[in-house]
């Protein structure tokens, strides 16, 4: 990851900048919003904090930040700010209000930390207002359009693998299959991930159909090759439970196995420095574009550089997962 924040020659001072958090949260939002903030005050900037996501907006629920508070929390999971997810904010006449009271406060522009939900919000808010919006992509699950990687995606990718080691030490001591589930709704990014850093026998994610009958050749060819033990790791997708499900088809044929959903433990815990790396650069950026004047967008990472990708290239587009990484973890499985 190359650190170099943008500096856009029209770059204004001194104007007033909102923050906020919405959606999941994830490990490297409070290293966002540290960075937003501190950025924001090394040009002059007032700097605002909305608790609870666009809630907050429409609660008027918006507190004045300084360097002090938002020091101590780059190693802290969660976030300071807290999220939620805002059903009124579906609702135009809540996105008038939520620009009005921005307004009122004096705030000029808002950085929106989340995933694709979030920035829909933000683009409406943007497009029906004219209030400039900035989108920063946080979400575990790395599945937003147009970047390579997200804040958070690397501490669960991380979590899983540490639960999955553990989970291998049990299983081969009692010669078992188990199913480790992973989050990802629609997505099988972490799940491949983990896959290929756990050295999983398999790998079950919602972009591959994979009947049960393949599931069990895979763990009858380790079997051949004298394995006593297989970890597969499922990703969830759209109703967490899906290994219960897999694991009475297995037994229907023969396999006993066990299950452990990791959960929601896959959200908490402290960043990773990848991921506080990646959250202070992207915090910083979004702030440098904000007083260039530009928004309606979200600032990414590609190849390792910091891009600037308008919402309308992002919102709603599936990301998909790169063919290389199905493979590797194909081959490595055998
Ligand atoms: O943050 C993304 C995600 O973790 C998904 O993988 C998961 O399905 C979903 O959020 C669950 O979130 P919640 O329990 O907050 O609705």
New binding site residues.
Partial sequence: MILKIPTPSNQKRNQSIAVLTS????PGMNAAVRSVVRYGLAHGCKMYGVMKGFRGLLDGHITRLEASSVANVIQRGGTILKTD?CKEFYKKSARKRAAEVLISYGIEGLVVIG?DGSFTGAGLLEKETGFPTIGVPG???NDIFATDDTIGFDTAVNTAVEAIDRIRDTASSHDRIFLVEV???SSGF?AIMVGIAGGAETVIIPEIKQPVSAVCNTIDRGIKRGKSSSIIVVA?GPK?GLSYRIANDLSKRGYSSKVCILG?T??GGSPTAHDRLLASALGASAVAYLLAGKSDAMVGMQKGHIVLVPFKNVIGRKRLLPNEILELAQILAI
């Fill in positions: 959606g999941g949260d994830a997810r995933g979400t575990i699950d989050m990802g709704r972490i969830e967490p929601h896959q959200r």
